[in-house]
């Protein structure tokens, strides 16, 4: 399946035949079971968290938590804990690491955690070196077999239904009960929600606007987001409304996004259409299409773009972490679209 260019760096995870079976049944015997418990002994109850390749039980309260899922590590960071590993930035971040997770690190003053590569799958043998008792990828396309050799290392939560999917209200409250913070997480959850609702209350003219949101594709195809994914939801709760024309799009299984020609360009009938594009030379191109600028929204100072790769992530991978650092830019934007000013 074809991930739109700027999301590349994050493809749904191809199935890896590796050769860490040894490593990883060593890590569960030498250190990941060792640590799951001392952690039961440390007190906290048990829980079991279901998901897509079934349950997983979590004894005690984990101390050493590896997160290996797009964005898992901004609510546990917002629950105050600084995990041992998180998933490296290679899209958004020159360092590997996202700015509004340096930011809450250093209040909290934690330790940078090391970086898990996982662009192309994720390494078993590389997350056990970290000694985990919890491995989250609950935003995350884990396939089973990553799935089953991870659980050797620790207890590991994937998605919960859909890869890439996991909206971040079911995502804070799933990190949360893990972690024996339901509470706490059900109070991030409510406040992030408040704080959107005020934006949307901030901006009235976002009401009864229609709206999609999407990138281009290399091939010059456009792709837009499907309700269910992350940014659509976002929109939604901003206040906006679906087009109509993303009731006709047909994503192909397991993908969040649908595929339009430039030639069903006309049907776009979105009073605001928000693009990601990878390169300000991508963005000229598809600017520069004649057919593309025939569309009503670009006509009618509906139309924003977005080349910052920051705000990009921080929108894709919306958490209570991430949202409130990138809506000062992304607000203001919606705003002229939303009056026609763009």
């Known amino acids: 399946m074809p991930a739109p260019p700027w999301r590349s760096a994050f493809p749904p995870y191809a199935t890896r035949i590796t050769a860490v079976a040894a490593a990883v049944a060593l890590a569960a015997t030498g250190c990941g079971t060792g640590t799951a418990e001392d952690a039961s002994e440390g007190g906290g109850e048990s829980v079991t968290i279901e998901h897509v390749y079934g349950s997983t039980e979590i004894s005690g309260t984990p101390e050493r938590i590896a997160t290996v899922g797009w964005s898992d590590e901004g609510t546990l960071l917002e629950l105050g804990i600084v995990p041992v590993g998180l998933a490296e930035s290679t899209y958004a971040s020159e360092d590997g690491y996202l700015p509004w997770d340096v930011e809450k690190i250093e209040e909290l003053g934690g330790e940078k955690p090391t970086l898990l590569h996982t ?22 396309g884990m396939e089973e077999s990553e799935y089953e050799q991870l659980s050797q290392v620790a207890p590991t939560i994937p ?18 009960k893990a972690v024996g913070q339901e509470d706490e997480a059900q109070q991030l959850v409510d406040d992030t929600e408040d704080y959107i609702a005020g934006l949307a209350e901030e901006h009235p003219e976002f009401a009864d606007k229609t709206f999609v949101i999407g990138t281009v594709m290399p091939d010059g195809q456009l792709a837009f987001y499907v309700e269910g994914e992350a940014r659509p939801e976002l929109m939604k709760q901003l206040g906006f409304t679906p087009a109509g024309v993303t009731e006709t799009l047909e994503p192909e299984e397991g993908a969040f996004y649908g595929i339009m020609s430039m030639e069903e360009a006309d049907t776009i009938d979105a009073d605001v259409m928000v693009m990601w594009y990878n390169t300000e030379e991508d963005q000229k191109k598809l600017e520069d299409n004649s057919v593309f600028q025939q569309i009503p929204a ?43 000013e763009a």
């Open 159 to 176: 998605y919960l239904d859909q890869p890439w999917m996991t909206g971040w209200k079911e995502q804070s409250l799933t990190i949360g």
């Open 298 to 340: 670009v006509e009618n100072g509906g139309y924003i773009a977005f080349t910052d790769p920051t705000i990009a992530m921080a929108v894709s991978t919306p958490n209570p972490l991430s949202l409130p650092w990138a809506m000062d830019d992304f607000i203001p934007e919606l705003a002229k679209a939303a009056e026609g």
């Open 119 to 140: 662009d192309d799958g994720i390494d078993a043998e590389e997350v056990a070196t970290l000694e985990p008792d919890l491995i989250l990828g609950v935003q995350s």
